[in-house]
C-alpha cells in the first residue's frame, strides 16, 4: 500500500490544543477506528483479520513490549529509512563500543513477542480427562 500524502496531514482548524490529523493519516498509521471509542494504541495494533490473524503483526509485536524506552528504541530502529543503525543508537545515547550487542538483543526481544496471529486458548473440551481434573485440583 503507498502511504497518503502527509504534506496537509495535520488540520489547522483545531482551536483547543494540539492539531489533529487528517483523516488519511490516521488511518495509514492504524489509529483511526470506527466509532469504539478512544484510542488505544494495544487494541489498535492487535487488530485480527477475519481468518484471526493480526492485521500489523509487527505493531503487535512492539506493543507488548512493556519497557517504554526499548519500545522507542526498536520502533526507531526497525521504522527508519533515513538513519543507519548507528545513527539511531547515537540518538538514543548508546555507547559506539556497546550499539551492537544493544541492537542484537533488543531485536531477539522483538522476535521472541513476533506472532502472525494470537496463540489459540484451548476448550475445556479439547483437554483430556487428566488436564480437566489436575485444573479442578488446582483451581480448588
Not at 28 to 54: F, N, Q, S, V
Not at 83 to 97: A, E, Q, Y
Not at 113 to 123: F, I, V
Request: aromatic letters at 8%; a neutral charge; proline letters at 6%.
Amino acid at each position: 500500500m503507498e502511504t497518503p500524502s502527509l504534506g496537509h496531514s495535520i488540520s489547522l482548524t483545531d482551536e483547543g490544543g494540539a492539531p489533529d490529523m487528517k483523516a488519511a493519516a490516521k488511518a495509514y498509521l492504524g489509529l483511526l477506528r470506527k466509532g469504539d471509542g478512544p484510542d488505544d494504541w494495544e487494541k489498535t495494533a492487535c487488530r485480527r483479520d477475519p481468518d484471526g490473524r493480526y492485521v500489523t503483526p509487527f505493531r503487535a509485536a512492539l506493543s507488548k513490549i512493556r519497557n517504554q524506552k526499548l519500545r522507542r528504541f526498536l520502533h526507531d530502529l526497525i521504522g527508519n529509512v533515513l538513519l543507519r543503525p548507528s545513527d539511531v543508537t547515537t540518538v538514543h545515547g548508546i555507547p559506539d563500543w556497546a550499539e551492537a550487542w544493544v541492537i542484537e538483543g533488543a531485536l531477539e526481544i522483538l522476535y521472541r513477542e513476533y506472532q502472525a496471529a494470537p496463540t489459540p486458548k484451548r476448550s475445556w473440551i479439547d483437554k483430556s480427562d487428566s488436564q480437566r481434573s489436575a485444573e479442578e485440583v488446582a483451581a480448588a
